[in-house]
């Protein structure tokens, strides 16, 4: 995509303090569409979202949003400057009912007006919100609970939202209603950057996709491009090992 980046990472290096688990990540995510980051486990990539919400600082790198340089600044100056990330567990109060829990998401805003009318949106946006209004959260099933964080997340009106693993402990049924509210949340004009296990559905919604293996991007093209690589399709997308080495040696002879 031609587009100016709307994230851009520059050399980003980071980890826990035992070695670096980033070594150097650089890759952009444009402005309006769905970015996708596959890859194995252990390959950094909760870590790399962490870096963009600000619960991990880079020792190294750049991450640069609305002309802004994000590393060093606070999870809470981050989430102000309207990325938003639905963590990888469920999140939600159980105590308390699925409008609280909605309504919770607006806590950087204190107009009621300005909440009420957010709120009326996001009831159209997402019927479990308004059709389990009153129940407890911790009532509903774990897809339900999913598609009210996002509701949640929405109330802010960020820019950008983050998700990782989404898909995690659902249904094939419910990851569908999932996969579909994360095309819609993204029609309705959010840029959205995810990492996802499911690596083959949620690639075909996205518009860019990159693996990341061992802390570095492998590769990074289109959600299509990344689909449709003989090497990364059989590596990480449910293919076998053999065909990951026929691939190899094809290219070696090329
Ligand atoms: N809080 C932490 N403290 C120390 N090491 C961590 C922490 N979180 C993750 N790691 C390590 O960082 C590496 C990458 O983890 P992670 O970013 O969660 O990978 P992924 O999300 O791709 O599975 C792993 O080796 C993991 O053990
Ligand atoms: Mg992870």
């Not at 035992?18 to 890859?39: E, P, R, Y």
């Not at 996002?150 to 939202?161: N, S, T």
Request: proline share 4%.
């Amino acid at each position: 995509m031609p587009e100016t980046p709307f994230v851009d990472f520059k050399g980003v290096v980071a980890g826990y303090g035992g070695g670096d688990v980033l070594k150097g990540v650089d890759f952009s995510v444009a402005q309006g569409g769905v970015t996708c980051i596959v890859g194995p486990n252990g390959s950094g990539k909760s870590t790399l979202l962490k870096t963009v919400s600000g619960l991990v600082k880079p020792r190294l790198g750049e991450i640069w949003f609305k002309g802004q340089n994000l590393v060093g600044k606070s999870p809470r100056e981050i989430l102000k400057m309207g990325i938003v990330q639905v963590p990888q567990n469920h999140s939600l109060f159980r105590e308390m009912t699925v409008e609280q829990n909605v309504e919770l998401g607006a806590f950087l805003e204190r107009d009621r007006k300005v909440i009420a009318a957010r709120l009326e949106r996001i009831r159209s946006m997402f019927p479990i919100v308004a059709e389990r209004a009153k129940d407890k959260a911790g009532a509903l099933s774990g897809g339900q609970q999913r598609l009210v964080e996002f509701a949640r997340c929405l109330m802010l009106e960020p820019d950008l939202v983050v998700l990782d693993e989404p898909s995690m402990g659902l249904d094939p049924k419910t990851l569908r209603v999932m996969f579909a509210t994360i095309k819609m949340m993204n029609d309705a004009g959010r840029t959205v950057l995810l990492v996802e296990q499911n690596a083959r559905q949620a690639l075909k919604l996205s518009h860019h996709g990159v693996v990341l293996e061992n802390g570095r991007v492998r590769l990074s093209g289109t959600g299509s491009e990344v689909l449709n690589n003989p090497e990364i399709g059989a590596l990480y997308l449910g293919g076998s090992l053999e065909e990951a080495s026929h691939a190899a040696s094809e290219k070696g002879q090329a």
